[in-house]
Nanobody
Framework: QVQLVESGGGSVQTGDSLKLSCTAS????????MGWFRQAATERREFVAA????????NYADSVQGRFTISRDNAKTTVYLHMNTPNPEGTAVYYC?????????????????WGQGAQVAVSS
């Protein structure tokens, strides 16, 4: 079993920055990928970003390209989402996720483990 614990959510204004963290523990296999999804009120959970084990294969949703940066620290089993230039459209609950196998990554169903969610509110 794998547990993911998120931290760093909060309220910010447009122009501020915010970093989310997600730390994994438990039965971690080699070469696990991690990612972030977000879900606004009444909306479906949507893909934000993903990063492979090495950190060399990174993918972003078009909506956050250039605004967010995903990174990971394998020694700390932690993935980060740095919201460099958030805007009000970024208001949502952000979930980190973890998967073990090479496969599709843009759908929530592709991921095996999930964090508890971190609320982010961005005001203009």
């Amino acid at each position: 079993q794998v547990q993911l614990v998120e931290s760093g959510g909060g309220s910010v204004q447009t122009g501020d920055s915010l970093k989310l963290s997600c730390t994994a523990s438990g039965r971690l296999h080699l070469d696990y990928a991690m990612g972030w999804f977000r879900q606004a009120a009444t909306e479906r959970r949507e893909f934000v970003a993903a990063i492979d084990w090495s950190g060399s294969d990174i993918n972003y949703a078009d909506s956050v390209q250039g605004r967010f940066t995903i990174s990971r620290d394998n020694a700390k089993t932690t993935v980060y989402l740095h919201m460099n230039t958030p805007n009000p459209e970024g208001t949502a609950v952000y979930y980190c996720a973890l998967k073990f196998y090479p496969a599709s990554y843009r759908n929530p169903e592709d991921w095996r483990y999930w964090g508890q969610g971190a609320q982010v509110a961005v005001s203009s």
